[in-house]
């Protein structure tokens, strides 16, 4: 009981926090019209920071068995946040004014909205079907789109990195190599996009688990 009121809390929090950003972004937009989306980062990037981080409780939710979920794709989908948003937006300034942000944070909360609500509800045992197919459905529509908005958001952010040399290391005698960030940052979108076949693939089964004819009846019974 105590484990699952946590993880009840923890719930509310980030839903609290999404719907805060996803609210604000879309009363920013029906303001200020697309002005409002070269700005989304300075109004909005701190609590997403903040939800983005406290996200990485989830990793330690799965290891210490109080959340069942899958390690390895819980593991990818959160470093992948992690590693966009504060590697390659944050320590650019220029690719925070880039509309693609704006489109990754819409992608991002509005999965994250559906996914905590059903989550809340999942923890007092309440399942509504409308909202169990939304859940496991959207994110195989939209996450293969957020994937290729991290893949635009990091080629756009190549050339500031190659300009200004941000992370790359070039290391001192007696060693006769050095680091060059872009090519970090090209490697990693093969990872990238090798590891969104194997998360759809695992949102798939997760969707089958608990949408198959018999889950659906037993929740509805």
């Known amino acids: 009981f105590t484990m699952n009121m946590y993880l009840f809390v923890y719930d509310l929090m980030q839903f609290c926090g999404h719907s805060w950003i996803f609210t604000n972004m879309i ?10 989306l070269a700005d989304t980062f300075h109004s909005i990037g701190l609590v997403m920071r903040l939800c983005q981080l406290l996200s990485v409780l ?28 504060f590697v390659v937006i944050n320590s650019q300034e220029e ?35 409308p909202l169990t197919w939304l859940n496991f459905s959207l ?20 050339p500031y ?20 960030f872009p090519y970090v940052l090209k490697m990693y979108l093969l990872v990238l996009f090798a590891g969104m076949f194997f998360i759809i693939r695992n ?12 889950n659906i009846k037993n929740k509805r019974s």
């Not at 009363?27 to 409002?36: A, E, N, Q, Y």
């Not at 200004?164 to 006769?176: A, C, V």
Request: aromatic residues 16%.
């Open 203 to 214: 949102h798939f089964s997760e969707r089958m688990a608990h949408l198959g004819t018999g």
């Open 95 to 129: 690719v925070q004014g880039k509309y693609v942000v704006c489109v990754l944070f819409f992608l991002w909360n509005l999965l994250d909205v559906v996914r905590y609500t059903y989550n809340m509800l999942a923890r007092m045992g309440i399942y509504y079907l």
């Open 27 to 36: 009363i920013r937009f029906m303001t200020f019209g697309k002005d409002s």
């Open 139 to 158: 994110c195989i529509l939209l996450y293969p789109l957020s994937v290729l908005a991290k893949g635009f958001a990091i080629c756009v952010s190549l």
């Open 58 to 85: 989830e990793i330690l939710h799965i290891l210490v068995g109080i959340d069942k979920s899958r390690l390895l794709p819980r593991f990818l989908q959160i470093t992948e946040r992690i590693i966009v948003l």
């Open 161 to 180: 990195f190659e300009s200004f040399g941000t992370y790359s290391i070039k290391l001192p005698f007696p060693f006769t190599f050095s680091i060059y």
